[in-house]
Structure formats: structure tokens, C-alpha cells
């Protein structure tokens, strides 16, 4: 791969090198889409709190030679911190989707527009829903949640365009909203997943493809799949979550602890909070 390459993506964890972040100055649980949603609708988000720990979470990716590009937030987009949603690299191309439900139209923009400003090309799905949350890249295989931000028109269009990849649409339960939140790959043998939100079918099919690293029903609600991996077996990864970190620490893993506790009560994590740029192939 050449090193001059601004985008570049072929898995969820070789080397992350750029990655693209928005801080929570808006954040607020405007419509309720999820369970933690639900738990958290009457307490609301603590802003300076939100904000302090998005800050650590930003320093953490910096220190880790990491670069990262925060998009400017904007008050009529209260979920603008999970950029991971609004578009998502594949290979070498970067792609942008229109967002299926009304709180969150028009943040595709301020990344087209920063994409633009930055002379970086990218694909625009004009009229598709497809959200980055559901889509998880392994070398030449991608996975595809069915959601209901996720169509299955969509995902038959993109391997239609995308000849060089495996598309394999995996269904799930859709109460728990995108697939990172229930699945998450974290080397090319190694997933974690939440058993609850897949039939049997499905958990045969990601388990003849990688080992399974349970879940459990607690440390789901607190996304404890929804790690992030940036390299060389280290991944980002709550300080609640300790049954996740422990069994990872033992498979060799070195886990980094952020607490963005605050941030997960809108129903994301580390994933959801980044839209990786640049993954060097290690």
C-alpha cells in the first residue's frame, strides 16, 4: 500500500493512523432508538462531563501517534458524536450514505464537506441507508448488519459496486441498533459478541469464521463489544466492562481504559465515536 494513500482501510484492526471524531458540545436524547436510550431519557447527558471524557478519548488516539480530526459540532445534530455512522472506508475508498432517521440527516454533509476541503474523493450513496455502525471489514470480506438504519437494498447495491469484497448481510436482533454493538472483529480469528441478538443460524456462521468471545447481558448494555481496536493487540475498552477486559488481557491483549460513561448513555462507544481514515496493514 502506498504510504502517501490519505484513506485506506482493509480491516477493524491493523494500525490506526487517521480517524475522524466530533466532540458532544450538542449531545442530547432527543427521540429515544435504543434500550440505554430508554434508561437514560430522564437523566439526560451531562455535557461538561461528556466533553471532558471525549477529550480523554482524544488525547488517548493522540498519544497513541494517532491522527485525529474533530468536525466541527453543530447544535441541530445531538448525536454528531458518533461519527462512525456517517460513512465508512473501504480499501481505498471512502463511503457516504444518507442517514435513515430525521435526527440525524445532514451530518453526512459536514463530512462531505470536510472531505471536499481536504481534496479527499469519496463515493456518495445518494438515496441509500447505510450507517458505518453496521459494517465491519475483514481483508476482502465485509459484514453487513440488517437494521432498521441498514437496508437490504443497500447492502445488494454495494456488492454490486464493490466486486473485490464479500458482502455478507448478518442479520440481527434490531432492538440493540447497529451490528458493532452486538459483534466486533479484533484480529483475523477473534470476535466479540452478544450471543441474545443473533439466531442460531447466525452464531453458527460467525463461529465457523472466527472464535467467539462472549458477551454478557450486563456489559452489553454497557457496549462492551463495542471496543476499539487501534493496532498491535491494543484496544480501547471501558473500565466498567471487566469481564470483557479481563478475558481479553488474557488472550494477549493490551487494553487501554477511557471512561466515557457519560457518552454511552446515547447508546454508543469507542466504535461508534470513531470513523477510521487510514489503517496500515501491519
Not at 447497529?178 to 466486533?184: A, I
Amino acid at each position: 500500500m502506498p504510504q502517501t494513500l490519505k484513506t485506506y482501510c482493509m480491516s477493524e484492526y491493523d494500525p490506526l493512523k487517521s480517524v475522524i471524531l466530533c466532540e458532544p458540545q450538542y449531545m442530547t436524547i432527543r427521540q429515544v432508538i435504543n434500550d440505554t436510550q430508554k434508561k437514560f431519557k430522564d437523566v439526560g447527558i451531562h455535557i461538561e462531563t461528556a466533553m471532558k471524557q471525549h477529550k480523554q478519548l482524544v488525547q488517548t488516539l493522540r498519544d497513541h501517534d494517532i491522527d485525529v480530526t474533530l468536525l466541527p459540532p453543530r447544535r441541530k445534530f445531538p448525536e454528531q458524536v458518533f461519527t462512525r455512522d456517517i460513512g465508512f472506508t473501504l480499501g481505498g475508498i471512502i463511503y457516504v450514505a444518507d442517514m435513515a432517521h430525521d435526527v440525524r440527516k445532514g451530518e453526512e454533509q459536514m463530512l462531505k464537506h470536510w472531505l471536499e476541503d481536504q481534496e479527499i474523493s469519496y463515493f456518495n450513496l445518494v438515496g441509500n441507508h447505510i450507517e458505518g455502525g453496521d459494517v465491519l471489514i475483514d481483508r476482502e470480506t465485509i459484514y453487513i448488519g440488517i437494521s432498521n438504519r441498514t437496508d437490504q437494498e443497500t447492502i445488494q447495491y454495494l456488492q454490486s459496486i464493490i466486486r473485490d469484497f464479500e458482502v455478507v448481510a448478518v442479520p440481527f436482533t434490531e432492538k440493540y441498533l447497529h451490528l458493532d454493538c452486538v459483534f466486533n472483529i479484533i484480529s483475523p480469528k477473534e470476535a466479540l459478541f452478544f450471543p441474545e441478538a443473533f439466531t442460531q443460524k447466525e452464531i453458527d456462521f460467525l463461529a465457523s469464521r472466527y472464535e467467539l468471545i462472549e458477551v454478557n447481558g450486563e456489559e452489553q448494555f454497557q457496549l462492551g463489544t463495542n471496543v476499539l481496536s487501534i493496532g498491535n493487540k491494543k484496544i480501547l475498552s471501558l473500565p466498567v466492562n471487566t469481564e470483557v477486559n479481563s478475558e481479553l488481557r488474557k488472550r494477549g491483549y493490551e487494553i487501554i481504559e477511557v471512561d466515557i460513561t457519560e457518552i454511552i448513555k446515547s447508546g454508543g462507544s469507542f466504535r461508534c465515536c470513531t470513523m477510521p481514515l487510514l489503517r496500515v496493514e501491519a
